[in-house]
Every structure is written in structure tokens, then in C-alpha cells.
């Protein structure tokens, strides 16, 4: 059973729309992260967060925002969607002994 | 600065013999070392991890890496592999002197053959 959600698993919008990514975490762990992967590639750190109303940009710059209002939940947000968006986005926690769990990850794709 | 290299972007091995993807890092002082296997259309999930304890770790599935500070390396390996083991697998480092941020290799995609 998962302990970190991502919704939507997929999502095929067109471009200049508003979108939302979810990840909720049932855990109660305080450090949060969001990473891009194109395929084949490595993750990319864009975002991250260390609790309650603490968010940090990551290794690569991304036009995506995120907020932190709760601790169990660490959305993302892309204002106006392009193409060169299109990727998966994982969101994952770490725990205290500094081992990251992932959620399913969400596929975007921007037409 | 953290750095993570892994040498081989594909391996391709028949089933039942021996698995090798190799690793290689640098690090300013002690890293946590992780290697993260991720399945077509599925989440990460954790192998094995490495924490200062014993430089042999054994992971899930069999398989197990192996720290070697002189070496800077943590090449993970599997005696027999099996057709489900088909999948990428990215290495990991951590350090506490970069408050545990994680660096990733570029991963490794690891063909079966039957």
C-alpha cells in the first residue's frame, strides 16, 4: 500500500492551460521533494521543501511553483503549460534515516 | 561536490548469469549511497542503501553492492538474473555536509535476454 499519493497519473492538456499536480504523503515526514525525469534520463531536483511553509527551488530551474501548507500535502503548479513541459514528475519524502520513498509519479503532456 | 557516474547507460545479459552495473562517485566526505531500481510505467523503489555499517549491502531481489571508499565505487550485482529484474536503475549519493540534498546517476537500462 502506498503511503504517497500523485494524482492525476496522467494528464494530456493543451498548451497555455493552468495545471495542478498533487502529492499527499501519509507519513508525516517533514522533507518533501518534486523531480522532473525526461525518458531515459536521470532525475532533476526542481523543487523541495523542509516543512510547513518551507519551499526551495532545486538543481534545475523550473517555471513550476509549489506551496507547503500542510505538512501531509506539497502540490505543484504550472501557471500557463508548454510543451517543453511535457515530462513525469515524482514526488517523493525522505525519512529520518534518509530514505527517499516515491509516489507512482505523474506523465504531463502538453499538445 | 557530489558527483555520481554510472558507466553504462545499457546492459544487456542473459537470464541466469551475472549482473554488474557499475557505479562511481565523489564525494567531499562520508556519503549515504543508494542504488533505486524503477520498473516501465511504475514508481522508484529502493534496493539498498549504504550508511556507514558494513561496506557489503544486501538489497531486495537478490541483488547487493558493495562499498569501496578506494575505489570510490558502489557497483551493484546479482548472481542470476531473472526476466522481471529488467528495468532501470539509477545510483544515488547523499552527504550530510549538503543537508542530505541527493544526486543521481543518469540510470542504467538493464535488458534480459531469454
Known amino acids: 500500500e502506498a503511503d504517497i499519493y500523485q494524482t492525476p497519473r496522467y494528464l494530456v492538456i493543451g498548451t497555455g492551460k493552468k495545471i495542478t499536480l498533487e502529492c499527499s504523503q501519509t507519513?508525516?515526514?517533514?522533507?518533501m521533494y518534486w523531480y522532473q525525469q525526461d525518458p531515459g534520463m536521470e532525475l532533476h531536483l526542481i523543487h523541495y521543501?523542509?516543512?510547513?511553509?518551507?519551499?526551495e527551488k532545486g538543481d534545475l530551474s523550473s517555471e513550476s511553483t509549489v506551496s507547503r501548507i500542510r505538512t501531509e500535502h506539497f502540490p505543484l503548479t504550472l501557471e500557463s503549460a508548454r510543451p517543453s513541459h511535457t515530462s513525469q514528475y515524482l514526488c517523493?519524502?525522505?525519512?529520518?534515516?534518509?530514505?527517499?520513498?516515491f509516489g507512482a509519479g505523474s506523465r504531463l503532456t502538453v499538445l | 561536490a557530489q558527483s555520481v557516474t554510472q558507466l553504462d547507460s545499457h546492459v544487456s545479459v542473459s537470464e541466469g548469469t551475472p549482473v554488474l552495473l557499475r557505479c562511481n562517485y565523489s564525494?567531499?566526505?562520508?556519503?549515504?549511497l543508494f542504488w533505486y531500481v524503477q520498473h516501465p510505467n511504475k514508481g522508484l523503489q529502493l534496493l539498498l542503501k549504504?550508511?556507514?555499517?558494513a561496506t557489503l549491502v544486501k538489497g531486495i531481489n537478490g541483488f547487493e553492492a558493495e562499498f569501496k571508499k578506494s575505489e570510490t565505487s558502489f557497483h551493484l550485482t546479482k548472481p542470476s538474473a531473472h526476466m522481471s529484474d529488467a528495468a532501470e536503475y539509477f545510483c544515488?549519493?547523499?552527504?550530510?555536509?549538503?543537508?542530505?540534498?541527493?544526486?543521481w546517476g543518469a540510470g542504467t537500462k538493464l535488458i534480459i535476454k531469454p
Open positions: 521543501s523542509y516543512g510547513v511553509n518551507s519551499t
Open positions: 544515488v549519493v547523499s552527504e550530510v555536509d549538503s543537508n542530505y540534498q541527493l544526486i
Open positions: 507519513m508525516g515526514h517533514d522533507k
Open positions: 564525494s567531499s566526505y562520508s556519503p549515504s
Open positions: 549504504y550508511t556507514s555499517a
Open positions: 517523493a519524502t525522505i525519512s529520518g534515516a534518509n530514505v527517499l520513498t
